[in-house]
Nanobody, 123 residues
Framework: QVQLVESGGGLVQAGGSLRLSCAAS????????MGWFRQAPGKEREFVAT???????YYPDSVKGRFTISRDNAKNTVYLQMNSVKPEDTAVYYC?????????????????WGQGTQVTVSS
């Protein structure tokens, strides 16, 4: 069982930056692929970023070049650095984890989810 706790959300102006963190419990964090998803009011959950256990990453075009996912296995933590944010980035951001050797972009592929952290971008 893995517990995930996100932090770092808040209010930021368009063009600014924010870094989200997701702390994971357990001793096997390094064996998990991690992902970030988001959900805005009235919209479906959207894939934001993923990182494999070996550090390979993948992003959708909507955030590519602006967001960066990284992990620190010694701290059992995955990060999402958000730069040049836009009002359309406003959403609740969720961290997710699953065992596996690759990265994963479908929400249904993930086993564990955090409670989410709100990110609001003002124009």
């Amino acid at each position: 069982q893995v517990q995930l706790v996100e932090s770092g959300g808040g209010l930021v102006q368009a063009g600014g930056s924010l870094r989200l963190s997701c702390a994971a419990s357990g001793r096997t964090f390094s064996t998990y692929a991690m992902g970030w998803f988001r959900q805005a009011p009235g919209k479906e959950r959207e894939f934001v970023a993923t990182i494999s256990r070996n550090g390979y990453t993948y992003y959708p075009d909507s955030v590519k070049g602006r967001f960066t996912i990284s992990r620190d296995n010694a701290k059992n933590t995955v990060y999402l650095q958000m730069n040049s944010v836009k009002p359309e980035d406003t959403a609740v951001y969720y961290c997710a984890a699953r065992r596996g050797n690759y990265y994963y972009i479908q929400g249904d592929d993930y086993e564990y989810w955090g409670q989410g952290t709100q990110v609001t971008v003002s124009s």
